[in-house]
């Protein structure tokens, strides 16, 4: 994302003081973050669930985006573009199981 900025707090910028205040100067961008959390119906995080991310073009016109994995708090994270003529559907789908590193 072209809008991110990063700053860095000192020990000595905090050190004689209750209240730090930092400007951030960042510009507009055409992306959208979007974020989320995947629940069990026992309002569990479930981790390693599958997010299927599919953009809508025009209300009819359907493209497959790609996949994202939830972490092990449940969260997940993926950038879109900014289109008035877009929606976004997401599928979610529960974690596979029997995959495991070797």
Do not use: W
């Not at 900025?5 to 973050?33: F, G, N, V």
């Not at 209300?59 to 497959?64: D, E």
């Not at 994202?68 to 950038?79: K, S």
């Amino acid at each position: 994302m072209s809008g991110y900025r990063e700053i860095i707090i000192t020990p000595e910028e905090m050190s004689h003081i209750t209240i730090l205040q930092k400007d951030i100067s960042i510009r507009r961008t055409k992306d959208a973050l979007i974020i989320g959390t995947i629940y069990s119906p026992e309002r569990k995080a479930i981790e390693g669930a599958v997010i299927e991310v599919v953009a809508i073009h025009n209300g009819n016109c359907r493209v497959k985006m790609g996949y994202v994995l939830t972490n092990y708090q449940g969260e997940f994270a993926f950038v879109v573009e900014k289109n008035n003529c877009t929606d976004y559907l997401l599928n979610a789908y529960e974690p596979l199981e029997g995959i495991k590193d070797e």
